[in-house]
């Protein structure tokens, strides 16, 4: 297997996915009211928008930080990869059910705000997957030291654990699942995951 | 012609589809009934959903192994590859198609089942014209043992067989046809072409 | 300005674009009469989607070989793909319009055949202004010689002549108009591009 | 953080939002009056595809032009091109929205301007703020002069202001606004950022 072309295949789709995104935002048109109005009532879009592009943001430099530190990309690695982009696919639909069903609220904002963040569930123990696979003897530079690789497995866990929350959070307040799934990115982006990033961050 | 780029358009082809399939995974939206029977009545686009992203995930890194061993990228190389693509983009909408249709029954799902059953045997075929053209003499750094030749053959064969069967299986009953279709990916996930991909396997 | 990733950059663009293609053969679903009709009544959509997908698919391979002979990739060369580009994303569209008018014959048949033919007129176009860059001193490693400059120009020449002959036969025979169109990039498949193609063809 | 990654994502992501544009100049398809017709009354959607595409073009040639000439590529870089994007995919949106209401005139048409003006100035300061970094020290081979740097900061503050202007006039007048957003790409044609793009014009 190719680092490259590994590489390649999953920032096209992140890129992809993140473009569609944005088509949530699209706005009915004409004779459906002043666009004011259409824009105003759009705000749960606006919010997934955001949801949804940082984590799949943060998803693709971190997801870059762990494969450039792998020595040997292999077809199990590429088949870890397919899994998690099976659950990263996922979110611009996801996104726009939220985006349709949260103002209104009831059993249907419930189920809605279950399956998007069951989709961030699914992307983020695929992710800790392919992490631990990394640790596997070889397949890191040089291997681990075992305190560094529980805090990695916290941190990875973290995600995974909010994101579980957030499923369990959703049945009763899908407006609080909502902002764990969004705090997640939030706290990525002041997380250099040193442990494995760092190493990574300043290669060429 | 450069390797690089033949993967790079290949990759950025295989990844755009498998995008686009979760987009058919869209519910109607607020007015069509509660959101749990919109997506419990959307099974089948799940279903179908997972064969064919299985299925051009495992065409993807087969792809991979088969190009990666090839030593030389000419012309004729690059328009084989547009026939394989000329059939992998159809998946999405043929997948569509099956998911509105399947549970509907009756001729309407023999049809979507067989064009769909039909798009894979295309790209099931033109998978194997490529391989049969790396075997021509110098396309292989060196070239495959007259055994190992036919031992690959057969395993590209079981594959367009077994969509051949699957459009033939579709006449009687489209579900045990689509049961064939998503057995495939199964068994390449388990096969690793080693005569094709292991040499290529550890490659960075 | 940098080759790799000019080369990226189109070739992302055609690839999205041969995907999104295949979105015009999607048909409307349960209630718009038998599978099978609706499948049948589309084959306009099927015939315009071969002769889209035949010509990105070779002006994907031409570009390729052309950029690769060029020996300095400058922001001017950028531009110029740019245009190129600016009518290549057209096609899906276009495409889709011919599809849904060709059947219906009349002046909205010759009407959308015009816009299609004026679609690869300006990428005919674009492409013979790219090739027209590198022939500029310094542009190729070595000169090309006169001769087959002018040769070259001719090829490129009859794609745009082919191109604008068909905006004017739409005039009269949408579907002759169609034919030319559709026998462009068979002409390209068997035309090697010696002058250009050739010493890059086997390149690595 | 590794630079031929980040490039690849974003002109992934450039690559995908230009096809998108192409696709708001759909027509509605028969039954809605003479082709010849909608295409007329579809002229906002063409001039404004022209606008966002020649935006986004240049767009990508001078961000080609900008990471080309970083030195070290790291996890803030990475972010900062994130925010970058965040607004960039918006613009198909965008775009649509300026198409439907454009012609209406009146709020509507002010509103649609005033959204698609404010996105061209996100990503304006996101573009800014990229430069702004690769400004602090060691982030390019060799320091600016203090003199190239305030030249280099007034170009990018050009568009800048020039879409913050946009914004204002179209609360007035939304044509007036569109010229001026529509004015920025044209600049930039002419506008070699030599401080920066010249020494990475040639560069292979």
Known sequence: MNRRRLEEFCDAVFAVTIT?????LAVAGPGHGPLMHQVADHWPSF????????TIGLIWVNHHALILNVAVVDRTLALLNLVLLLFVVLIPVDTATVAKYLALGGQDARVAVILYAAAFLGMGLSFAGIFEWTLRSGRLPQPLPERARWMARLRFGAASILYLAAVAVAFVSPPV???????????????HLPT???PAGGRQ
Chains 1, 2, 3, 4 share one sequence.
């Open 177 to 191: 699942a909502l902002a764990i799934i969004g705090a997640v990115p939030v706290y990525y982006i002041f997380e």
């Open 196 to 198: 494995v990033g760092s």
């Open 20 to 24: 569609l995104l944005a088509l949530n």
């Open 47 to 54: 919010v997934t928008y955001l949801i949804s592009f940082a």
